[in-house]
T-cell receptor, first 109, second 115 residues
Framework: EDQVTQSPEALRLQEGESSSLNCSYT??????LFWYRQDPGKGPEFLFTLYSAGEEKEKERLKATLTKKESFLHITAPKPEDSATYLC??????????WGAGTKLIIKP | DGGITQSPKYLFRKEGQNVTLSCEQNLNHDAMYWYRQDPGQGLRLIYYSQIVNDFQKGDIAEGYSVSREKKESFPLTVTSAQKNPTAFYLC??????????????FGPGTRLTVL
């Protein structure tokens, strides 16, 4: 059965303190992996798509990487406005997204 | 501006009542989706539609119904058969490709509460 686990569930950082969020998956016939950002009470906002192991993508202070079993979202020198819940969603062989529960990131000034 | 709109933002339902959530998109996307989000869980797929007048059940379709009469619109009805409907409901859309898969764009959501 396809599974996705995001860790940690919540992460509190000081402004400027870099860290990484993890997305571990067991998905048959992975076709890609998506990262989204979700602010409280709003819909998810697309960040990245990764298609193959070894691929990396960057956007401002965020960098997403992919291996055969997990993906990482690295955040460098975060700011309070980076506070949000970050969701990962692998795409399986049937083109269905399998959503993780998310990591709630809190950046304190 | 192109995007997805959902209405209402907040909805309250009494026991035994059917309610309909609206989702409209002006992105000219072929595919549309309905998800349910509960605290501590990933998004769960209720229904999806890849083309007008056609839709498929997702993982948790029981107690819900949809229609796709127009490309721009994909309303979701939460029926009285859905025993635990209190949740945050998200509508999404994407452009289909002959190969590959594009990202989904999401609406702002509707929060449904059962009184």
């Amino acid at each position: 059965e396809d599974q996705v686990t995001q860790s940690p569930e919540a992460l509190r950082l000081q402004e400027g303190e870099s860290s990484s969020l993890n997305c571990s998956y067991t998905v048959s016939g992975l076709r890609g992996l998506f990262w989204y950002r979700q602010d409280p009470g709003k819909g998810p906002e697309f960040l990245f798509t990764l298609y193959s192991a070894g691929e990396e993508k960057e956007k401002e202070r965020l960098k997403a990487t992919l291996t055969k079993k997990e993906s990482f979202l690295h955040i460098t020198a975060p700011k309070p406005e980076d506070s949000a819940t970050y969701l990962c969603a692998p795409l399986d062989s049937n083109y269905q997204l399998i959503w993780g529960a998310g990591t709630k990131l809190i950046i304190k000034p | 501006d192109g995007g997805i709109t959902q209405s209402p933002k907040y909805l309250f339902r009494k026991e035994g009542q059917n309610v309909t959530l609206s989702c409209e998109q002006n992105l000219n996307h072929d595919a549309m989706y309905w998800y349910r989000q509960d605290p501590g869980q990933g998004l769960r797929l209720i229904y999806y539609s890849q083309i007008v007048n056609d839709f498929q059940k997702g993982d948790i379709a029981e107690g819900y119904s949809v229609s796709r009469e127009k490309k721009e619109s994909f309303p979701l009805t939460v029926t009285s058969a859905q025993k635990n409907p209190t949740a945050f409901y998200l509508c999404a859309s994407t452009q289909r490709e002959t190969s590959g898969y594009n990202e989904q764009f999401f609406g702002p959501g509707t929060r449904l509460t059962v009184l």
